[in-house]
């Protein structure tokens, strides 16, 4: 299994980023996948969830209304569209099945900030 994300970075209160994460190593079509997220001395928080077939999502209450995870099942790829972005969102956004496999990626560090 092999996770890769990509497309942090730092905004500013009110922006908006795109992340993205390429995987290989498993039948990504038959998984759940969902985004999570980790900052110093907190555990891992699941941010949101995309059902295998597209079609249902589900949200973290922090989350809800502003962020929207999507996949491409042919691409093998996740993403997270993340609007309205405030500080509390800033953290490593990590991807990974639902349940999550034991490997994971590297994350990408978003930072919201002014």
């Known amino acids: 299994v092999q996770l890769v994300e990509s497309g942090g970075g730092l905004v500013q209160p009110g922006g908006s980023l795109t992340l993205s994460c390429a995987t290989s190593?498993?039948?990504?079509?038959?998984?759940?996948m969902s985004w999570y997220r980790q900052t110093p001395g907190k555990e891992r928080e699941l941010v949101a969830r995309?059902?295998?077939?597209?079609?249902?999502?589900r949200y973290a209450d922090s989350v809800q209304g502003r962020f929207t995870i999507s996949r491409d099942n042919i691409k093998n790829t996740v993403y997270l569209q993340m609007n309205s972005l405030k500080p509390e969102d800033t953290a490593v956004y990590y991807c990974?099945?639902?349940?999550?496999?034991?490997?994971w990626g590297q994350g990408t560090q978003v930072t919201v900030s002014s």
């Open positions: 990974n099945a639902y349940p999550t496999f034991d490997s």
């Open positions: 995309v059902f295998s077939g597209g079609a249902r999502n």
């Open positions: 190593g498993f039948t990504f079509s038959r998984y759940d």
